[in-house]
């Protein structure tokens, strides 16, 4: 299966659904609610994920996540895609965050298992091997912003909205934005913008750093879309290999450094003493 739809996935055409296999808490197979294309020409190597579930604003539901874990998956083992790229197939919406009404629906053990498998994703995203960018077109709310921030690279229209909302639902950013948002836009503005909610328009993102790039939305409501493309157009005739590695060295150097010397030193100073380290 794996290696005929990666096959699939590689072919010039229009977008492919992807239909996963049966989910956590329904067991039954949904319709498809993304798409995955892999582009040709002079754009070989990008590959693009849609999010396309018009009736919930592409809200994080069981469904939606088991495809887009499932595509992860798949898409993680072809050495042909030079760059993955998220978008939305709404016009207007990127990802208006986790499905709070089929959470409603949920006990309370189902819920602990679907924000499990929610912050799993966000890890996925994270750990792709290959340069991730995110499009967001319009509205990124909640764990629709951790989707982005999951991802490498942001690219907004200038007139998307986006935040990490939980606070203002009596919840807290549960698929990793409480440590990705102060990695990207440090501590004291992490928490002033998930102790307010507030939310930022793509230009106010822009300037703080949240996101890469900001742009003008045009009238087909997909210009981060295009700008997001022009950049993937950019990292294709870089070594792959090297660009991967880079990404690696990247996120790796942003963890603490795991040696003994460094627990070792950070005793020492506790303890008031000269550190012995040993080089391990």
Same mark, same amino acid.
């Given at each position: 299966?794996?290696?005929?739809?990666?096959?699939?996935?590689?072919?010039?055409?229009?977008?492919?659904?992807?239909?996963?296999?049966?989910?956590?808490?329904?067991?039954?197979?949904?319709?498809?609610?993304?798409?995955?294309?892999?582009?040709?020409?002079?754009?070989?190597?990008?590959?693009?994920?849609?999010?396309?579930?018009?009736?919930?604003?592409?809200?994080?539901?069981?469904?939606?996540?088991?495809?887009?874990?499932?595509?992860?998956?798949?898409?993680?083992?072809?050495?042909?895609?030079?760059?993955?790229?998220?978008?939305?197939?709404?016009?207007?919406?990127?990802?208006?965050?986790?499905?709070?009404?089929?959470?409603?629906?949920?006990?309370?053990?189902?819920?602990?298992?679907?924000?499990?498998?929610?912050?799993?994703?966000?890890?996925?995203?994270?750990?792709?091997?290959?340069?991730?960018?995110?499009?967001?077109?319009?509205?990124?709310?909640?764990?629709?912003?951790?989707?982005?921030?999951?991802?490498?690279?942001?690219?907004?229209?200038?007139?998307?909205?986006?935040?990490?909302?939980?606070?203002?639902?009596?919840?807290?950013?549960?698929?990793?934005?409480?440590?990705?948002?102060?990695?990207?836009?440090?501590?004291?503005?992490?928490? %002033?913008? !998930?102790? $307010?909610?507030? =939310? &930022?328009? @793509?230009?106010? #993102?822009?300037?703080?750093?949240?996101?890469?790039?900001? +742009?003008?939305?045009?009238?087909?409501?997909?210009?981060?879309?295009?700008?997001?493309?022009?950049?993937?157009?950019?990292?294709?005739?870089?070594?792959?290999?090297?660009?991967?590695?880079?990404?690696?060295?990247?996120?790796?150097?942003? %963890?603490? !450094?795991? $040696?003994?010397? =460094? &627990?070792? @030193?950070?005793? #020492?100073?506790?303890?008031?003493?000269?550190?012995?380290? +040993?080089?391990?």
């Amino acid at each position: 299966m794996l290696r005929a739809l990666t096959s699939a996935l590689r072919l010039p055409g229009p977008w492919r659904s992807l239909r996963t296999r049966g989910c956590a808490s329904h067991g039954a197979t949904g319709d498809p609610e993304i798409q995955v294309r892999a582009l040709t020409g002079r754009d070989q190597g990008i590959t693009e994920i849609l999010m396309n579930r018009p009736s919930a604003r592409n809200a994080l539901g069981n469904v939606l996540v088991s495809q887009l874990l499932e595509a992860l998956a798949q898409l993680r083992e072809d050495q042909q895609v030079r760059v993955l790229l998220f978008r939305s197939g709404v016009k207007g919406v990127f990802c208006a965050g986790a499905d709070l009404k089929e959470r409603e629906q949920m006990s309370e053990a189902e819920v602990g298992i679907f924000v499990q498998r929610l912050r799993g994703l966000m890890n996925e995203i994270a750990a792709f091997p290959a340069p991730t960018i995110a499009a967001m077109d319009g509205f990124a709310l909640g764990g629709g912003l951790e989707l982005a921030l999951a991802c490498d690279l942001r690219v907004a229209a200038s007139s998307a909205v986006m935040g990490l909302i939980e606070t203002t639902r009596g919840l807290l950013p549960g698929a990793g934005g409480t440590q990705r948002l102060p990695r990207c836009l440090g501590v004291a503005l992490a928490k %002033e913008l !998930i102790f $307010t909610g507030r =939310r &930022l328009s @793509g230009a106010q #993102a822009q300037a703080l750093g949240l996101v890469n790039h900001a +742009v003008s939305q045009n009238e087909e409501g997909n210009a981060a879309y295009h700008r997001a493309l022009e950049l993937a157009q950019e990292i294709l005739p870089q070594a792959p290999i090297a660009v991967r590695l880079g990404k690696v060295a990247i996120d790796r150097g942003m %963890e603490n !450094i795991p $040696t003994q010397d =460094r &627990l070792e @030193g950070m005793a #020492a100073f506790r303890e008031k003493r000269p550190p012995r380290f +040993v080089g391990k």
